[in-house]
């Protein structure tokens, strides 16, 4: 318990985070987070929106591994949320949701595809990729 505050405490003290990041780094630890989980977000370059979407991710079990696919500056939180609506997916690979975790795909973009995926269970990644080049998807 005294690492989360010394940590809590290092975070207010950086200046960094404003009142809702701060939010989602102790929101984390309430929610049994490790600090190793919350260290992945606890970066002023996450918005707290995007920093909850990476704290729901491992809330809902998904590994560090499934979640680094999206922890990207880059990537608005409803890309973020996409991206993980891919891995919670059973049948769904890390390989298959990289098709789309891209910030160049917007939100909307990103769920056609992800839905394309769930209708095409069987269609190669590379034919995925194929198709998305030809802007087919």
Do not use: H
């Not at 049994?32 to 918005?47: D, R, T, V």
């Not at 500056?73 to 409803?78: G, N, R, V, W």
């Not at 973009?109 to 030809?134: A, V």
């Amino acid at each position: 318990m005294i690492k989360y505050k010394k940590f809590i405490k290092e975070c207010e003290n950086s200046g960094q985070f404003n009142y809702w990041q701060m939010f989602e780094i102790r929101y984390g630890f309430e929610n049994g987070l490790s600090i190793e989980q919350i260290k992945l977000y606890a970066n002023p370059k996450f918005g707290s929106w995007q920093m909850k979407e990476i704290r729901l991710g491992f809330e809902q079990g998904l590994t560090i591994e499934q979640i680094q696919v999206y922890t990207d500056p880059d990537f608005d939180y409803e890309q973020m949320e996409e991206i993980r609506w891919g891995l919670k997916q059973d049948d769904f690979t890390i390989e298959q949701v990289k098709v789309y975790a891209n910030p160049k795909f917007s939100w909307s973009q990103m769920r056609l595809i992800r839905e394309f995926i769930i209708n095409n269970k069987d269609m190669s990644i590379d034919t995925l990729k194929f198709l998305i080049q030809l802007e087919v998807l």
